[in-house]
């Protein structure tokens, strides 16, 4: 029994559920630092107006406040890829674990094209469709149900080639391939999908680097299952390798983002020219730069005491599905009360995608607030939030029906 190394993760018997606080509360950070996005959309004058990331219109806090959002999707991503190898040690087999990503991932899918798109717009266009972040996840755990019979370092390379060579295929339009132009579309390139019938499907979310980005971190997490002190010093050099990665290939303009940053009017706005890499899709410089940092962070996380200091944060990343699907109807809501309280009236918060192009013909010119009322409506959702989080955490945690692992 000396042999025993207590911070190893043993394998648990089927319905044991070991936990390992650092990545629920990694996940919960990022969980609700995504919020602060969704609130700005909502709430911001900006938002109306222009992107966050147009260095020709924004300012150093505005794009800061999306920039931070940055970190969200794929750390999510990458977490889940890790969440089920870890799965493999409460007793799943690889079949078991396929079929549950299989049918968790068209489970996503389905909430994004359906609950999602009602609670982003409170109406029932059925006219037009978004496939993002929980499209694009759904469909990567679909992608992750195959790739988990495959040997583990194949797993890996798989994740290298798809985030580190997607670039590469930056050049080549839908239309190269004929009548599977589609298809490639999903894969790689963002923009508006025809369905036939006047429907349209926005890629927002291309699959190719989120499915690498999953299968990075199902590989991730055999790293997970080494003692406390081998595992966090392996995931620190590995972040620091990332995040080094990222900086030299930036400043070199060589590779790996389809934007070269540039010289611009300040030195503060060459630092935001330097940050502002791709996301739709990710490029390789986008995903260095978000994973490469969490993965220091994660490393630094990994100590006993963090845990007991950041409950609440753990308590929002052990349930963050069901926070995701409860905050966008909230702050929607709240953006309700906002509009009926000043106006009198708030039909632009039931407009669908297509009034979104004439958006600051929809919106009144002075709706909205500046960034700081942004982070007090956003403190307001996570305080909202937090009792139901609790609640359901601790529901899961006392019973093992099915249908709690879909969500």
């Given at each position: 029994?000396?042999?025993?190394?207590?911070?190893?993760?043993?394998?648990?018997?089927?319905?044991?559920?070991?936990?390992?606080?650092?990545?629920?509360?990694?996940?919960?950070?990022?969980?609700?630092?995504?919020?602060?996005?969704?609130?700005?959309?909502?709430?911001?004058?900006?938002?109306?107006?222009?992107?966050?990331?147009?260095?020709?219109?924004?300012?150093?806090?505005?794009?800061?406040?999306?920039?931070?959002?940055?970190?969200?999707?794929?750390?999510?991503?990458?977490?889940?890829?890790?969440?089920?190898?870890?799965?493999?040690?409460?007793?799943?087999?690889?079949?078991?674990?396929?079929?549950?990503?299989?049918?968790?991932?068209?489970?996503?899918?389905?909430?994004?094209?359906?609950?999602?798109?009602?609670?982003?717009?409170?109406?029932?266009?059925?006219?037009?469709?978004?496939?993002?972040?929980?499209?694009?996840?759904?469909?990567?755990?679909?992608?992750?149900?195959?790739?988990?019979?495959?040997?583990?370092?194949?797993?890996?390379?798989?994740?290298?080639?798809?985030?580190?060579?997607?670039?590469?295929?930056?050049?080549?339009?839908?239309?190269?391939?004929?009548?599977?132009?589609?298809?490639?579309?999903?894969?790689?390139?963002?923009?508006?999908?025809?369905?036939?019938?006047?429907?349209?499907?926005?890629?927002?979310?291309?699959?190719?680097?989120?499915?690498?980005?999953?299968?990075?971190?199902?590989?991730?997490?055999?790293?997970?299952?080494?003692?406390?002190?081998?595992?966090r010093r392996t995931v620190l050099?590995?972040?620091?390798?990332?995040?080094?990665?990222?900086?030299?290939?930036?400043?070199?303009?060589?590779?790996?983002?389809?934007?070269?940053?540039?010289?611009?009017?300040?030195?503060?706005?060459?630092?935001?020219?330097?940050?502002?890499?791709?996301?739709?899709?990710?490029?390789?410089?986008?995903?260095?730069?978000?994973?490469?940092?969490?993965?220091?962070?994660?490393?630094?996380?990994?100590?006993?005491?963090?845990?007991?200091?950041?409950?609440?944060?753990?308590?929002?990343?052990?349930?963050?599905?069901?926070?995701?699907?409860?905050?966008?109807?909230?702050?929607?809501?709240?953006?309700?009360?906002?509009?009926?309280?000043?106006?009198?009236?708030?039909?632009?918060?039931?407009?669908?995608?297509?009034?979104?192009?004439?958006?600051?013909?929809?919106?009144?010119?002075?709706?909205?607030?500046?960034?700081?009322g942004v982070y007090a409506v956003?403190?307001?959702?996570?305080?909202?939030?937090?009792?139901?989080?609790?609640?359901?955490?601790?529901?899961?945690?006392?019973?093992?029906?099915?249908?709690?692992?879909?969500?």
């Amino acid at each position: 029994m000396s042999n025993v190394n207590p911070s190893a993760i043993p394998v648990m018997p089927a319905g044991v559920r070991p936990r390992l606080d650092q990545l629920d509360l990694l996940r919960g950070a990022v969980i609700v630092l995504m919020a602060i996005d969704h609130v700005r959309d909502f709430f911001s004058h900006a938002a109306l107006s222009f992107q966050p990331t147009d260095l020709t219109q924004t300012y150093p806090t505005l794009f800061f406040t999306r920039w931070i959002t940055h970190f969200c999707a794929p750390v999510f991503c990458f977490l889940a890829g890790t969440g089920a190898f870890l799965s493999l040690s409460r007793g799943k087999t690889k079949a078991d674990l396929a079929k549950f990503l299989a049918t968790r991932g068209l489970w996503l899918v389905f909430l994004e094209e359906t609950f999602l798109r009602f609670a982003w717009t409170f109406n029932f266009d059925l006219q037009n469709f978004d496939a993002a972040t929980l499209w694009a996840l759904g469909w990567s755990m679909v992608a992750l149900a195959a790739l988990v019979f495959l040997p583990l370092r194949a797993i890996a390379a798989v994740a290298l080639i798809l985030i580190g060579g997607h670039n590469l295929l930056d050049g080549v339009p839908p239309e190269a391939f004929g009548s599977f132009a589609w298809l490639w579309r999903v894969l790689h390139v963002e923009g508006p999908l025809p369905l036939g019938g006047g429907v349209t499907l926005y890629i927002a979310y291309p699959l190719l680097p989120w499915i690498g980005a999953m299968a990075a971190g199902y590989a991730f997490g055999a790293l997970m299952k080494k003692s406390r002190e081998e595992r966090r010093r392996t995931v620190l050099w590995l972040g620091l390798a990332a995040t080094a990665l990222f900086l030299i290939l930036r400043a070199s303009n060589f590779y790996g983002d389809p934007q070269p940053w540039s010289v611009q009017k300040s030195s503060v706005f060459m630092t935001l020219s330097f940050l502002n890499c791709q996301k739709y899709p990710p490029s390789l410089l986008y995903l260095l730069m978000t994973l490469g940092p969490a993965l220091v962070v994660l490393a630094l996380l990994d100590r006993e005491h963090f845990a007991r200091m950041a409950q609440p944060i753990i308590v929002f990343g052990r349930v963050p599905l069901f926070f995701y699907l409860l905050h966008f109807p909230l702050i929607h809501l709240l953006a309700l009360v906002y509009s009926f309280a000043k106006y009198g009236e708030a039909p632009w918060l039931f407009a669908g995608p297509a009034a979104w192009n004439d958006i600051l013909r929809v919106y009144p010119a002075d709706f909205g607030f500046g960034l700081p009322g942004v982070y007090a409506v956003w403190l307001v959702v996570v305080l909202m939030l937090y009792p139901a989080c609790v609640w359901f955490s601790r529901l899961k945690q006392r019973r093992r029906d099915a249908w709690l692992s879909y969500f």
